[in-house]
């Protein structure tokens, strides 16, 4: 019975990583599709002039202060969004 209940289980957290996994796949694949969209000028970055929300929140995911929000950046913003809802 122990050994069936530790398969179970094992089993269960397996499927749970793997679900885990395709979803921050398809996040990643959305947030890099938005910011495709919104680098206008093909540079590989966002900046100030090509972000259309909130200048403070161009300036909370600017972590490295630069001006430019790079791929990066921008993933993380959509990952701590996702997470949030």
């Known amino acids: 019975m122990g050994?069936?209940?530790f398969a179970v289980a094992l089993f269960v957290?397996?499927?749970l990583i793997v679900e885990w996994l395709f979803?921050?796949?398809?996040e990643k694949k959305r947030a890099d599709k938005r910011f495709k969209t919104l680098d206008q000028n093909g540079d590989g970055v966002i900046d100030r002039s090509e972000w259309t929300r909130k200048p403070?929140?161009?300036d909370r995911i600017d972590r490295d202060h630069d001006g430019t929000l790079s791929p990066d950046e921008f993933r993380r913003?959509?990952?701590r969004r996702a997470r949030r809802r």
Request: glycine fraction near 6%; aromatic fraction near 12%.
């Open 3 to 5: 050994h069936l209940l």
């Open 13 to 15: 957290g397996l499927v």
């Open 56 to 58: 403070k929140a161009f």
């Open 77 to 79: 913003f959509v990952a």
């Open 23 to 26: 979803l921050r796949h398809d």
